[in-house]
C-alpha cells in the first residue's frame, strides 16, 4: 500500500489530556471549559435550531453573521470591516488559519511569530510547507524592538504572526508595541496575521487593542478569531476572518473547497451571542479571574512563578525551585505523581534545546481548579520517572 509521509505530528496539548485521563490527573492542559455552555448560549442554539437555518448557508457566513460581526468589530474592535466584502465565517479559528496560510502565502514562504507560540501555527506551516520562524522573547517582559524584528527577517518573509491575548503567556501587547509591529510590517511590505481568539479575555485594568484598528493596518492585516473561547461553545465550531476585501475573495473560495460553511445554526446562534450585554463579558472575566486567583495560590504554595497574565486563560510558569529536570519530563512526572496535567513549554518553541517551563491552564470549572489545588498543596516531587511524554 502507497504510504504518503507527511512531517505532522499529534498534538502533544492533546496527548497530555489524553494521558491525564488515563491516568486519573486534573486536566489543566487543554484551554477549553470542561462545563457545559452557559444556559443563555444553550438558549441562543436552541432558538436558531428551531429557526430555518438547517441548510447550507452563503460560503462566507450566514448574512445574519456577518452583519452583527461587522458591528461588533465596529463596536469593540474599531474595525470598520463590511459584512459583505470584508469577513469569511470558518469552521473554527484552525481553519481560518490553514486556509490564510494556504491562499495568501506560497510554499517556503517565512511567517514570524513570537515564541513560546501556540502549537498549532507550527503544525499547519508544516502542512502548508511554510517555514514558522520563531522570534524568541525572554521572561519577565518577553519585550521587543524593532530590532528584534529586523534580526529576525529573512529573504523569503512575507508575514508576521501574533496571538493577542498571546496563548501560552498570557502577555497583552501594548499600543506602542504593536505600532512597532505594524511600522515593521508596513517597511518589508508583509501580512500581518493577528489571532485574537481571546479578545474578551483580560485581567483587571487591561485592555484590548487590535493591531488592524491602528492606522495604515487594515490593508495588510488578517484577523483570526473564533467564537469558540468567548462564549465556551469550542464544539461549535464558529470563527470568522476579516480581510481586504481582494484576499477575503480569495479566502472564501479556498474555504468553500474546505468545509463550505461552518455550521449553519450555530452561525445564527453566535450571531445572536454578538448582542449579549457588557454584563456577560464582565461576568466572563470576573469568574475567570477568580479561578486564576485559587490556581495561583495554590502554584505558589507548591513553589512554582509565572508570568503575570494580562489576557487569555493560561499561566506560564518556572518550576525551577522544585526541580532541575527538562519541561517534558518534568511535565510528565508531574501527571503521575502529582496527579495534575500541564502543558510542557517545550511544545510552544520550535524543537532543539531543553526547556524549562510548564504551562496551565484556569479555564476550567471552579471544581476542577480546586481539585488541582489541593493536589499540588500536597505535591512532593522526587527523582524523576524515566520516560518521556513523546
Ligand atoms: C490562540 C488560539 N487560536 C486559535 C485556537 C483554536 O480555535 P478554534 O477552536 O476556533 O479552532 C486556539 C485554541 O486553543 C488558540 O489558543
Redesign the pocket.
Known amino acids: 500500500m502507497r504510504n504518503k509521509q507527511i512531517a505532522m505530528r499529534e498534538s502533544i496539548i492533546r496527548q497530555m489530556t489524553i494521558l491525564a485521563r488515563e491516568h486519573g490527573a486534573v486536566n489543566l492542559a487543554q484551554?477549553?471549559s470542561d462545563e457545559d455552555a452557559a444556559p443563555e448560549l444553550k438558549q441562543l442554539a436552541m432558538d436558531a435550531i428551531a429557526e430555518d437555518c438547517h441548510q447550507y448557508t452563503d460560503v462566507k457566513g450566514a448574512p445574519l453573521l456577518r452583519q452583527a460581526l461587522a458591528e461588533k468589530l465596529r463596536r469593540y474592535n474599531g474595525i470598520p470591516a463590511d459584512p459583505d466584502k470584508h469577513i469569511v465565517v470558518t469552521c473554527?479559528?484552525?481553519?481560518?488559519?490553514m486556509i490564510a496560510f494556504e491562499t495568501l502565502l506560497e510554499p517556503g514562504d517565512t511567517v514570524l511569530t513570537f515564541a513560546p507560540m501556540?502549537e498549532?501555527y507550527v503544525l499547519q506551516s508544516v502542512a502548508t510547507q511554510l517555514n514558522v520562524k520563531s522570534i524568541e522573547l525572554e521572561a519577565p517582559e518577553f519585550a521587543f524592538t524593532m530590532e528584534t524584528l529586523e534580526r529576525a527577517r529573512d529573504a523569503q518573509t512575507q508575514a508576521i504572526l501574533l496571538?493577542n491575548p498571546w496563548?501560552p503567556i498570557g502577555k497583552v501587547f501594548t499600543r506602542e508595541e504593536l505600532q512597532t509591529i505594524l511600522d515593521f510590517a508596513i517597511k518589508h511590505d508583509l501580512f500581518i496575521f493577528r489571532?485574537e481568539?481571546?479578545e474578551y479575555l483580560l485581567a483587571p485594568g487591561f485592555q484590548h487593542v487590535s493591531i488592524g484598528a491602528l492606522p495604515g493596518a487594515m490593508e495588510r492585516t488578517v484577523t483570526?478569531i473564533?467564537?469558540?473561547?468567548t462564549y465556551s461553545v469550542?464544539g461549535w465550531?464558529v470563527?470568522y476572518l476579516v480581510a481586504p476585501e481582494p484576499f477575503a475573495a480569495r479566502l472564501n473560495v479556498m474555504h468553500d473547497f474546505h468545509t463550505v460553511t461552518a455550521p449553519h445554526p450555530f452561525q445564527i446562534a453566535v450571531a445572536h451571542a454578538t448582542r449579549l450585554p457588557d454584563s456577560y463579558y464582565q461576568g466572563l472575566r470576573d469568574e475567570y479571574w477568580h479561578r486564576k486567583q485559587i490556581l495561583c495560590d495554590a502554584l505558589a504554595g507548591a513553589g512554582f512563578t509565572w508570568y503575570e497574565p494580562g489576557g487569555?486563560y493560561f499561566l506560564w510558569c518556572d518550576y525551577s525551585k522544585l526541580s532541575d529536570q527538562p519541561d517534558v519530563g518534568f511535565a510528565r512526572q508531574l501527571l503521575l505523581e502529582g496527579g495534575v496535567a500541564g502543558v510542557p513549554g517545550s511544545v510552544f518553541y520550535e524543537p532543539g534545546k531543553p526547556r524549562y517551563s510548564i504551562r496551565f491552564t484556569y479555564s476550567k470549572s471552579r471544581r476542577t481548579i480546586e481539585a488541582a489545588a489541593e493536589r499540588l498543596a500536597k505535591l512532593r516531587m522526587g527523582a524523576a520517572p524515566a520516560t518521556a511524554v513523546s
Open positions: 484551554g477549553f473554527g479559528a484552525t481553519e481560518g488559519m501556540y498549532n496571538s496563548n489571532d481568539t481571546y483570526i473564533s467564537a469558540g473561547k469550542t465550531r470563527a487569555a
